[in-house]
T-cell receptor, first 113, second 109 residues
C-alpha cells in the first residue's frame, strides 16, 4: 500500500520558471491538501480539496494553482517561481470527519534561485 | 497572536525522564486537536488525537482544556527514539488544520 506519493523529491528552479508538483493517493480519501513548511515554522495550508472537481484556498494560496480531476490526484502548480516559494511541500489526504487524521507524503524539497 | 503557539524548545532530557509540552490555540470554535510527530526532514505522522476527556496511549498522555484553549502532551519514561519535533495541530473547521511550529525534543543516554 503506497499511501500518499509525491514527485519529485527534490527540485531546483530558476526564478520565473514554472513546474507542477505531483501528488497521488491510493487510499480512496475524499480530502486532499497541500502544505508548505519553511525552516523552523509550522506547516501552512496552501490549497485543499474535498473531492474531485472541488478545490478551495487555504492560508497561503498566492502564487499557486491546483486542480482535482480524479479522487487520486491533486497536482500543485507554480506558474512564476519566486525565491519566497523555496520551501518543503507536503501533500496529505484524509477521510472527511473532524477526528480523521491526515496522511502525509514524504515531501518535495524545492529551491528557487 | 499566532493561531497555534508552542514553546519551540529545545527540550533536552535524559532517558527515563518525564517531559511535558504545552500548546495554546486562539480559535475558540476549533473542533478537534492532535499531536503529530515529525522527525528531521521527514513528513509529520499522527501521534495521537486529543479528546475532551483526556486520553492515554502507552507512555503518552494528552489533555485538552477548552476553557483555557490549551492542549498538553506528557511523555513518561522517555526513550532515545522519542527524539523528534512534536507538532500541535488544531482543526478549525472543515478539516482546515492549523499547525504549531513544533517543540523539539532530544532524549540523551
Amino acid at each position: 500500500n503506497a499511501g500518499v506519493t509525491q514527485t519529485p523529491k527534490f527540485r531546483i528552479l530558476k526564478i520565473g520558471q514554472s513546474m507542477t508538483l505531483q501528488c497521488t493517493q491510493d487510499m480512496n480519501h475524499n480530502y486532499m491538501y497541500w502544505y508548505r513548511q519553511d525552516p523552523g515554522m509550522g506547516l501552512k495550508l496552501i490549497y485543499y480539496s474535498v473531492g474531485a472537481g472541488i478545490t478551495d484556498k487555504g492560508e497561503v494560496p498566492n502564487g499557486y494553482n491546483v486542480s482535482r480531476s480524479t479522487t487520486e490526484d491533486f497536482p500543485l502548480r507554480l506558474e512564476l517561481a519566486a525565491p519566497s516559494q523555496t520551501s518543503v511541500y507536503f501533500c496529505a489526504s484524509s477521510y472527511p470527519g473532524t477526528y480523521q487524521p491526515q496522511h502525509f507524503g514524504d515531501g518535495t524539497r524545492l529551491s528557487i534561485l | 497572536r499566532k493561531e497555534v503557539e508552542q514553546d519551540p524548545g529545545p527540550f533536552n532530557v535524559p532517558e527515563g525522564a518525564t517531559v511535558a509540552f504545552n500548546c495554546t490555540y486562539s480559535n475558540s470554535a476549533s473542533q478537534s486537536f492532535f499531536w503529530y510527530r515529525q522527525d528531521c526532514r521527514k513528513e509529520p505522522k499522527l501521534l495521537m488525537s486529543v479528546y475532551s476527556s483526556g486520553n492515554e496511549d502507552g507512555r503518552f498522555t494528552a489533555q485538552l482544556n477548552r476553557a483555557s484553549q490549551y492542549i498538553s502532551l506528557l511523555i513518561r519514561d522517555s526513550k532515545l527514539s522519542d527524539s523528534a519535533t512534536y507538532l500541535c495541530v488544531v482543526n478549525i473547521g472543515s478539516n482546515d488544520m492549523r499547525f504549531g511550529a513544533g517543540t523539539r525534543l532530544t532524549v540523551k543516554p
